[in-house]
C-alpha cells in the first residue's frame, strides 16, 4: 500500500485547510486511517484516526472541534479538514493505515505511511 499525502501549504491562523491522502491498492477500504503530525523539535502526535466504515472518528484534546477526518472509500482517500488554525499546529502531517481493525493513538502500530505534506501556520 502506497499513501501519497497533499494539501499541505501556508495559510494564517484563523485559516482552513484540507488534506487529503489517497491510497493504492483495493484493500484500501479494510484499514483504519490516521492522521499524525510532527512539528520541527518536537516528537509525532496523533490527530485523528477513522475507522473503515467512516462511522468512528477520534481526536485528541489538542484538535477536537477544530479537526475533521472523513473518507471517501471509493476513491480511496482519507481526508482532513482543518478549521481554526493557530501556529502551534505548524507541523508536517502524515497520513498512516492500520491493517489491524480498530483505531489508536500509537504510531507505532500503524503499518503504512504516507510522505508528509507540510502546513505552516503564520500568526
Known amino acids: 500500500v502506497q499513501l501519497q499525502a497533499s494539501g499541505g501549504g501556508l495559510v494564517q491562523a484563523g485559516d482552513s485547510l484540507r488534506l487529503s491522502c489517497t491510497a493504492s491498492g483495493p484493500t484500501f477500504v479494510r484499514y483504519t486511517m490516521g492522521w499524525f503530525r510532527q512539528a520541527p523539535g518536537k ?72 510522505q508528509g505534506t507540510l502546513v505552516t501556520v503564520s500568526s
Open 43 to 114: 516528537e509525532r502526535e496523533f490527530v485523528a484516526a477513522i475507522s473503515w466504515s467512516g462511522v468512528n472518528t477520534y481526536y485528541p484534546d489538542s484538535v477536537k472541534g477544530r479537526f475533521t477526518v472523513s473518507r471517501d472509500n471509493a476513491k480511496r482517500t482519507v481526508y482532513l479538514q482543518m478549521n481554526s488554525l493557530n501556529p502551534e499546529d505548524t507541523a508536517v502531517y502524515y497520513c498512516a493505515a492500520k491493517t489491524v481493525s480498530g483505531p489508536d493513538d500509537r504510531g507505532m502500530m500503524y503499518d503504512y505511511w504516507g
